[in-house]
């Protein structure tokens, strides 16, 4: 059905264990469109130490307006798969959450997908932020969620010194930046925020957020920088309790 990558890549992804963000399931958002390259992501991140996968389809009012209910029903159809084709790699479901104007409405549904039955990872636009942050994930805490903030290195109108950021991590909200951000594929900016939030000891998880074969490509060159490889083999993420 598909080709197998027999190359051999660093294993250094052994150690986080677990990758928390990836957009694997095929043709309901902007990720993979195709089971064929699904299986191919996912045989690249076991062959570089992956041993489970959250994968975490986009839930967004206006763009993608997914039900939790049918997901379910295509993940199941994709583990099958992985089942067959790629043996000891465990697949997980969870979903990646924008906070939008129709979110509050989605979180009073309690029909969320969450990471290991607690995590919920949740996204900003890209654009600006939304006010009342801060109130928003309080109410998402008293709702029994840990709640993990996707990608903060990528929303460039907040910096490290950014008041949002702050009162989120005081807060208690989790960060977690995406592994191909510290080789550059998201740009120049993205990179240098996300080795400065690992220094600061901000970032709690990391995640491929893998969408398709340009990603894949462009995990197997992260894995290969040895900038990186230090960077997981000094720091402790929280993946490896997953």
Known sequence: MFELFTKKEPNILKYLNADVHTHLLPGVDDGVKDLETALSCINEMKLNGIKKIYVTPHFQTHRFKNDEDDIRCRFDELKK????????????LAGEYLIDSGFEE???????????DKYLLVEFSFNQSMLGMEELFFEMQMKGYEVIL?????????????????????????????IMSFGGFYGSESMKRAYQYVDNGWINFLGTDIHGKKYRDALVDVCKKSKFQKLLKKNTFLNNQL
Request: hydrophobic share 35%; net charge positive; aromatic share 10%.
């Open 81 to 92: 798969q992985v089942e067959a084709y790629i043996p000891g790699i465990e697949l997980q």
């Open 106 to 116: 989605r979180l009073q549904s309690k029909k969320l997908l969450t990471i290991n």
């Open 150 to 178: 996707a990608h903060p290195e990528r929303y460039l109108y907040l910096n490290k010194d950014s008041k949002l950021m702050h009162n989120l991590k005081e807060q208690g909200v989790y960060f977690q930046s995406n």
